[in-house]
């Protein structure tokens, strides 16, 4: 057997805020950041995963990675395979740490553990969308927490679900590794000039998108302007959703969306709080006569929420975050759930290696659970990736390339490491710090 003898989390940074990319209402100028946790095998295997933070704050999170991997040095790897499910309540359950609940506590656990399944696919040596592919139902239903869930979805109800798709899996898993997932491009960032936001559309054009992403909350006046250019971009066949970040109530929501209606948005992302379930039910139903659905999902800190979303019918498109949840774990969870309730899981991307990990969730809920479906879109982003990862992610005729390379496939540049370790890295250098917060002049 083999034990864990190290644990290591580093505080990675991008000035993103000098280019304005990632800007949005509540962020006017991020630094998109992650905490790169590496776990060490004693056989030389390394299991590793990301976590995206806006900048302040991601010390936090390194912090608590590294302050958790007191509670796993020595464990062994065979262990976590056998029950992954002890390992996720050892963290998850900790009797002092559950006090923090959820946010930066629940991040850092899942930091732990998607690491965790990182080297089990390496142990395997399989992609982590393949790995998953090929646990029984039983075993997947096993790994998953269900004591919050159950009247939403029954571990049984769950079981039968997946082995009820069985018998189209080798099918699906065919058509849907050489087609890829169906992918769409956040383009229209708030602070971004027309002319950037332009170059960004032609680009993924030539790459097969023909879906785009704007956001929005502003002011009225430039969100009209804003729509319009971009409508007039990406052509009146293209679909084109709004994003609003959390930055109304929900009669502002409302009100908002229903003047931006006469450019045909497909959807408005994150119109009020991430956790307004009741809020986000009154916006679906209002938004409905006019054909714009509502999504949601990106900052929801547990299952549970996601699972008050979906019972209520408050959402029509369920956007999951690689890293915002405990793991792989709650993530499973959360897709099996929409599947119950028809919702397309359309999840959250950008940042740095969100892109890389959501197209395995995609993957499995396409080939295992749901089955590939118009309504699926996964978010993606062209910039953060080459110079960045070793196997950085590919777009063809519109869709995810299928990842070939074991794990999440998040193996760094170690020159991109050194430079953006905050706060000693190259580029950070000469730049007015407080802390663990930078200002931007």
Known sequence: MTKIIKVEAKD???????????????????????????????????????????????????????????????????????????????????????????????????????????????????PLWKLLVDL?????????????????????????????SQWKKLEQEKSVVQKGVKAYSTAGWLGLSDQKILQTINKVKSDGLDCFK??????????????????????????LMTDANQIWGVKEAINYMKHLSDFGPHWIEEPTARDDVFGYKQISEALQPY?????????????????????????????????RLAGVQDVLAVILMAEKFKIPVCPHGGGIGLCNMIVHYSLWDQICVSGPSRGQL?????????????????????????????????????????????????VWQGREASGSITFVA
């Open 378 to 426: 996964v978010e993606y982003l062209n910039f953060l990736q080459d110079g960045v990862f070793l196997n950085p992610v590919t777009i063809e005729k519109g869709a995810y390339k299928t990842p070939a390379a074991v794990g999440w496939g998040l193996e760094m540049n170690e020159d991109f490491i050194n430079d953006h370790t905050y706060p000693t890295g190259l």
């Open 12 to 126: 990675l940074r991008v000035p993103t805020s000098d280019t304005l990319h990632g800007s949005d209402p509540f962020h006017k100028k991020p630094n998109y950041s992650c905490v790169l946790t590496r776990i060490q095998n004693d056989n030389g295997l390394e299991g590793l995963s990301v976590n995206f933070s806006a900048g302040a704050g991601n010390d936090w999170l390194t912090y608590g990675v590294n302050d958790l991997s007191k509670l796993i040095i020595g464990t062994k790897i065979e262990q976590f395979i056998e029950d992954p499910i002890s390992f996720y309540r050892m963290l998850i359950d900790h009797h002092q740490l559950r006090w923090l609940a959820d946010g930066v506590a629940r991040m850092s656990i899942g930091s732990i553990l998607n690491a965790m399944w990182d080297l089990w696919a390496k142990t395997e040596q399989k």
């Open 291 to 323: 054909g714009i659905g509502v999504a949601g999902g990106e900052q929801a800190p547990s299952p549970v929420i996601f699972k008050q979303l979906l019972m209520q019918k408050a959402i029509q498109f369920c956007q999951i975050d690689a890293t």
């Open 136 to 164: 029984s139902p039983e075993r997947i239903i096993k790994s998953i927490d269900w004591r919050y869930l159950k009247d939403a979805l029954t571990p049984e109800e769950a079981l039968d679900r997946l082995k009820n």
């Open 214 to 239: 704007i956001k929005v909350g502003k002011s009225l006046d430039f969100d009209l302007e804003r729509m319009a250019f971009m409508r007039d971009a990406v052509g009146v066949d293209a679909l």
